[in-house]
Every structure is written in C-alpha cells, then in structure tokens.
C-alpha cells in the first residue's frame, strides 16, 4: 500500500507469470490441436484479465468518485484467478464475462470483508477466495462439457476440506509458538523483531 508503482509492478510480473501457468499446463505443444489450446488458453487468460481490471476499476471510480489503483490491479487478479479454471474449455467472450464479473465479486467481496472488519490489507480473500469460487462455479455455467453439479460438489469438498485443516493448523500454532504478536511489535514492526532488521527507518 505505500508504494503504488511496486504494487503495479508486482500484478504485472504475475499476470505475465500466469501465461506460463494456464497455457503451460497445456503439457505437450507440439502438433496444431496443441498449439491451438494454447492460443486459446492464453487469449482467455489475457482477455479475462483485461476484463477484471477495468471492471473493478470502474466500480471504484462510481463509488469513491475517482479510479482506484489498487481495485484496478486486484481486478486483474481477480480475472485471472476466475479464468483459471476454465481457460481452456470456454469462448473468448465467455472469458471476458467470466474475467469481468470476477473483478465485481473481487470489488463486493472487498467491501463485505470491510464492513464485517475483517483484516485483509491486500484483499487476498476476495481475489483468491471469493473469485476462485465464481471460477469454479463458471466452468459448470460456460463451459460445453461441464456439469454446474459437479462444479459446486468439488467447489463445497474444497472448502470444507480446507476450513477443517487450517482450523487445525491455527489451533497447533496457537498451542505453540502463537498466532499473533503483542501489539508492540506490531507497532514497532516485524521486521525489526523477528528479523533484526530495519525495512523502514
């Protein structure tokens, strides 16, 4: 949050990466059926993207009166978490509209996790969580050979499994080293008392 441009950056690097994700789990590109897929792949990756970013940047341009960066860049991300999915089994222009309303859950998701106070400072949730599960969802919805049924049982087994093992997980760490820091190092800075280092002076 304090430096815009390596924010932007750091989006940039990741949306670039994603082509190496979505069409590289293409495997084989050898052959035209290959390299077709992966076309289609990165187009869908790409348009799904665009779709996000200028969505959520237009929904806090009518809601704070002027764009946001930062919604426009998790936008972005939002897009390509919701394409991942089904970026190989849907049109080009179901890719915009799967990229496009993954930046408005993005942007909805980030006002509720605001209103219920809840401390998410980079909006890892809405981006992650709440527009990989429209992806999830969007591939039963777009996708030819998909079932919505399917999409919503495998959606439903992921987040049972992952809200029972985490549970887990933070009840060990809270038993042992702890969850949280005293609210002076929090003030203070991690940096400097569990690195011994100074990142801001």
């Not at 949050?1 to 750091?10: K, R, T």
């Not at 993005?106 to 809840?118: P, Q």
């Not at 399917?150 to 702890?178: D, H, P």
Request: charged fraction near 10%.
């Amino acid at each position: 949050g304090h430096n815009v441009m390596l924010a932007g950056l750091g989006v940039f690097i990741l949306w670039f990466g994603w082509f190496g994700f979505n069409p590289g789990s293409q495997v084989a590109a050898s052959g035209t059926v290959n390299a077709n897929a992966i076309a289609l792949i990165a187009l869908n990756t790409n348009l799904a993207a665009a779709a996000g970013a200028l969505v959520a940047m237009f929904l806090s341009w009518m809601k704070l009166g002027k764009p946001n960066v930062g919604q426009l860049l998790n936008g972005a991300l939002a897009g390509l978490v919701a394409i991942t999915a089904g970026c190989a089994s849907v049109t080009p222009l179901s890719a915009i509209v799967i990229g496009a309303l993954g930046g408005v859950v993005m942007f909805v998701g980030s006002a509720l996790l605001w209103k219920l106070r809840i401390d998410d400072p980079v909006g890892a949730v809405p981006v992650h969580g709440f527009a990989g599960v429209w992806g999830v969802l969007a591939v039963g919805l777009f996708s030819d050979d998909a079932s919505l049924g399917v999409q919503i049982f495998g959606m439903l087994a992921i987040i049972v499994w992952t809200v029972v093992m985490m549970n887990i997980v933070c009840i060990i760490l809270k038993l042992t080293i702890g969850l949280r820091v005293s609210g002076k190092v929090e003030d203070e800075g991690l940096d400097t008392h569990e690195h011994g280092a100074v990142a801001y002076t």
